[in-house]
């Protein structure tokens, strides 16, 4: 197998294979995740009864921290499974950035990292400005 890393580690075609195997990856681990959460949750209420769409009842919020999404997916609950599934898709394009952010530093590019590093704090603000503790 090739290596995906070549001796000079900042040739930008390293960096932009690294981070297309991070996306791919994580994609296809978040899809693969989901799935088996979905089909678990078809396995444990298949039996439930037909809601009735006439009124609506909503559900309670559950699943809303890291914390409550591990506790779930360790009970083997099927939408903490699903939630990890959707935690791992959020996280695979804020990892692009941060790799990104790290290519721009081995690459010395003062203008990019200036602008990688603004996109990257905006989003941890953005997810994390509102957090539950």
């Given at each position: 197998m090739k290596k995906i890393l070549s001796k000079?580690?900042?040739?930008d075609q390293d960096i932009e294979k690294l981070i297309g195997y991070l996306l791919r990856?994580?994609?296809?681990t978040a899809s693969l995740i989901v799935f088996i959460g979905g089909i678990i949750y078809l396995h444990q209420y298949q039996h439930s009864s037909i809601p009735a769409y006439h009124?609506?009842?909503?559900?309670?919020a559950g699943?809303?921290?890291?914390?409550?999404?591990?506790?779930?997916?360790?009970?083997?609950?099927?939408k903490g499974i699903i939630q990890l599934g959707v935690l791992?898709?959020?996280?695979?394009?804020?990892?692009r950035i941060f790799f990104s952010l790290i290519g721009f530093?081995?690459?010395?590019?003062r203008l990019y990292i200036l602008i990688t590093f603004?996109?990257?704090s905006v989003m941890m603000f953005s997810i994390f400005g509102g957090l539950k503790v």
């Open positions: 000079s580690f900042n040739a990856y994580g994609v296809i009124t609506f009842v909503g559900e309670q699943f809303t921290t890291i914390s409550q999404i591990m506790s779930g997916v360790g009970s083997f609950n099927a791992i898709l959020i996280a695979t394009p804020i990892l530093i081995l690459e010395k590019d603004v996109v990257l």
